[in-house]
């Protein structure tokens, strides 16, 4: 059998949809397998006695020592130390942080819900508040209110995360004070919640101009296009228009959602360290500062598995919004 | 890449387009050249920015010979300021211009010849591209020593990746336009059809990019001084004096909110300034 037709079929296939997915998800595991490859062996390139960054503040006698090399197989080659310790992490075994004197697993699952809560309401706000702006932009798109919004997001783009969380504690410390500036509350959620306002708005202020650019971009473009026009011609309230044109712009929008994530990740950390938030930002920071090796590599490792995960969900989400993706059969 | 927004702005024809005008481009320009020439000449107007005087400690703004007060060490908050803007902006400048290097050498290439090189770089851009910048720093801070240039260089590695998708896409979309095909038929080296062709064609998309790059860059090396990684305890940093002054927002509310507003101001006027000249060359386009 001649293989031409054979390759012709995989490439057929390598160009639909589902075909596609299964490449981009080959894709995020490889991503994912070289970074933890990485991951793991930064451990070696740190200064100084590996053995003794590992040991930490445990004493140093013979058997702690052998007990430390049994446990990362030191005395193996590399190779067998990173299927060692990737297996151990597959199975939500990351060893023992020197620094909480707890294992890595619990001391991180125990600080995710600040971050996570920290996180996704910088997301509520800003959605809530940059997408309306940015359809209102575009609608207007060249006149003063448009200019004004867009005026404001070069301001929010500028202005780094840790900035604004200072001008708020500055503001709301001293001339409104209505929200508690520091820490992260008592147990019960309503109070974290409540601590939480002005860390996930000073978050929010960058994401939002991020977001309001891409949304005012997008719906430029829906806007000036056939169906709009056929739309309106046919008497379509506005609202009703401009909801058609939001959907067709939510893919662009989508599509730029990577930049959002690693935008709300590396801000977490900025927003945790200017309002002493005791979230996964302080400890990664924490957990370098004191070289808990083993905290670093489950952190940084944790970070990328998400990062892979909202990479691929994106990619899930062009199938619902667009069914010119779903029923994809040749490559463009 | 400009040919959509070129469709809008045909189709709806604004009297006269604000952005993009001479007073906006002299007005972000300007903000621009004094805030680099105050770095350069940072070492001459603030000579003694670092001298400490324990003993007078915080002062408020409108302290006799401290205009704006001082902070802990009673270091002058104006004084450092200005040498501070020298590690603010020094870098960014170099991150910039290090990484459109990159993006202009790598991107070209890639978008002209293609085949198994575009490939390799294109994953490797992929998987960079995936990493959030603040995350890497302080990890290899913590691995390497937080030295200010192997901070830069790093920024350098992460902002690459961008310019190359972005020159690498506009040298795939002027390839195929007729002039480069003639060029070809004349048999120009590829070389000289990359650089002395293509790249000038899609220089106002380089600029632009460098400009945004050099805001994006001035945000990202505050925020890692102000972390911590970067710049030694002590030294005179934009960041580093916010993160020192924060404490002192009672007592001086000035020691931080200073280097605050100028990152902003800095960083809003290249953000501004990169719209501007991308509606002049926008314009300029439709014209044609």
């Known amino acids: ?332 | 890449m400009t040919a959509p927004s070129t469709t809008v702005i045909a189709l709806r024809p604004a009297p006269r387009a604000g952005r993009g005008g001479l007073p906006g481009l002299i007005l972000t320009g300007g903000v621009l050249a004094a805030a680099l020439l105050l770095a350069v000449l940072g070492p001459v107007l603030a000579p003694d920015a670092l001298e400490q005087d324990i003993l007078l400690g915080v002062t408020p703004p409108g302290t006799p010979g401290h205009p704006w007060g001082t902070d802990e060490l009673g270091r002058d908050v104006l004084q450092l300021l200005i040498a501070g803007s020298g590690s603010a902006l020094a870098g960014p400048v170099v991150i910039a211009l290090g990484s459109m290097l990159l993006g202009v050498l790598l991107g070209t290439i890639t978008g002209y010849v293609q085949g198994w090189l575009d490939f390799t770089i294109g994953r490797i851009t992929d998987l960079l591209l995936a990493l959030p910048v603040v995350v890497v720093a302080i990890v290899v801070a913590g691995v390497f020593g937080s030295g200010y240039w192997v901070t830069v260089a790093m920024l350098v590695v992460l902002f690459a990746p961008s310019d190359i998708r972005l020159v690498r896409s506009a040298v795939i979309e002027q390839s195929a336009r007729p002039y480069i095909e003639s060029a070809r038929m004349l048999r120009l080296s590829p070389w000289r059809i990359m650089f002395r062709h293509i790249v000038p064609n899609v220089t106002p998309i380089i600029v632009t990019n460098a400009l945004v790059n050099f805001a994006i860059a001035i945000v990202a090396l505050s925020s890692l001084s102000f972390l911590g990684v970067g710049v030694s305890p002590g030294s005179a940093d934009w960041g580093r004096q916010l993160d020192d002054g924060r404490a002192l927002l009672l007592s001086n509310p000035a020691a931080s909110i200073a280097p605050a507003i100028a990152i902003v101001v800095v960083a809003c006027a290249a953000n501004l300034l990169g719209d501007v000249i991308a509606a002049r060359a926008e314009r300029k386009g439709s014209a044609e």
């Open chain 1, 1 to 332: 059998m001649s293989s031409a037709p054979r390759r012709a079929l995989l490439a057929g296939w390598a160009s639909s949809f589902w075909g596609m997915l299964t490449l981009r998800l080959l894709g995020v595991v490889a991503i994912v397998l070289v970074l933890s490859v990485l991951i793991f062996g930064m451990m070696h390139l740190i200064p100084g006695d590996l053995v003794r960054n590992l040991l930490g503040l445990r004493p140093a006698n013979p058997e702690t020592i052998a007990a430390i090399r049994e446990q990362y197989r030191l005395d193996d080659p590399f190779w067998v130390q990173y299927a060692t310790w990737f297996g151990n992490a597959l199975q939500g075994d990351f060893g023992t942080s020197i620094r909480y004197q707890v294992p890595v697993a619990d001391a991180i699952a125990q600080r995710i819900p600040l971050t996570a809560t920290l996180a996704v309401l910088a997301m509520i706000i800003a959605a809530v508040t940059a997408i309306p702006l940015g359809v209102v932009a575009a609608r207007f798109h060249q006149r003063p209110v448009d200019r004004a919004v867009t005026g404001v997001s070069v301001l929010g783009l500028s202005a780094p995360a840790f900035v604004v969380s200072l001008l708020l504690l500055y503001v709301f410390a001293y001339y409104l004070p209505i929200f508690p500036v520091y820490g992260g509350g008592s147990g019960d959620p309503l109070s974290q919640l409540y601590y939480l306002v002005l860390p996930s708005t000073a978050l929010a202020v960058g994401l939002g101009a991020i977001l309001m650019r891409l949304t005012r971009a997008a719906m430029i473009e829906a806007l000036a296009s056939d169906y709009i026009t056929f739309a309106r011609s046919r008497g379509l309230s506005e609202t009703r228009v401009l909801l058609l044109a939001l959907r067709n712009s939510a893919i662009p929008i989508v599509t730029a959602a990577g930049l959002v994530f690693t935008y709300v990740i590396g801000g977490t950390i900025l927003v945790e360290a200017a309002f002493a938030l005791p979230g996964l930002g302080l400890m990664l920071q924490d957990a370098v500062l004191f070289k808990d090796i083993a905290l670093v590599q489950a952190l940084v490792l944790v970070v990328a598995v998400v990062i892979a995960l909202l990479t691929v969900a994106v990619d899930l989400t062009y199938a619902v919004l667009d069914p010119r993706v779903r029923s994809r059969r040749r490559a463009s």
